[in-house]
């Protein structure tokens, strides 16, 4: 003999129900108000399909599916038009609502997009924000041109610190790894070369500069942090001597043109130095100086809006 299971009682006695389906099963959706709107004002199914964009097969489906979900009849066709029921008219006065208060949510959540859209802040360190930001920069101002763009160069250890600090939407970094808290993708490569002025010993000799040697020189270098220095330091297995630390590239080219000693820079840098003469490349054997450079952002904040507009500018090769 089976037994009928009692119905569970809460604290106070009463039996509990159980549990309702969610709002979003019991209450049709915006579409489909918005179209029973459309046929209480035109009094015909087929020109709220017509005002709407679909077919009146479409249509109908739509308000016969409204019908069953809220069991009741919504509205009478017959050859003359279609007419709201009783209920129907009421529900058309709840659907009206809903509908406007949707509208302003709506609205609501534009101007918070265009809050978003209006400004872009850019972080990047230094090889980039000089030699590859500009192109990226002007291709969006073209595609955006009311978003404001601020950018703050800096070496790739202060591009991490912007970002996580939430005072930049977007960063760019050289490094050989990336920086905890961020999230990235490789856009582009560069490689290092070691650069000195045309009268230094090194311009003149004939073999490659090996890693023991050049890790044993003096070298004027970026700044630790820098992400050229870190891949330096990388590839030489242990930390470069510096003769000058300097924090910027234009600094760092500015010393070795001069003659103080070799420079270790971005291919990106030296271009113009090295067409003109100014500078002169060293051979080097048994050193990979060859860098990944990379798009980052917080862990688990894909970029949205401006922020990603950029980023697709800088995959596709733009600029």
Known sequence: MSRRRRPEVEAGGGAVRPPAATLAHRVPDLGALELLLAVARLGSLGGAARELGITQPAASSRIRSM???????????SPRGSRLTDAG????DWARRVVEAAEAFDAGAQALRDRRDSRLRVAASMTIAEYLLPGWLLALRARRPDTAVSLLAGNSAAVAERLLADEADLGFVEGVSVPAGLDSVVIAH???????????PWARRRRPVDAAELAATPLILRET????RQVLDAALGGLARPLIELSSTTAVKAAAVSGAGPAVLSEL???DELSLRRLVTIPVAGVALRRDLRAVWPTGHRPVGPARELL???RTGTG
Do not use: F, K, N, Y
């Open 67 to 77: 019908e069953r979900q809220l069991g009741l009849a919504l509205v009478d066709r």
């Open 89 to 92: 008219a009421l529900v058309t």
């Open 190 to 200: 560069d490689r290092l070369t070691v650069v000195t002025a045309p009268a230094h």
């Open 225 to 228: 942090g820098s992400g050229t």
């Open 269 to 271: 840098a030296v271009g």
């Open 312 to 314: 697709s500018l800088t």
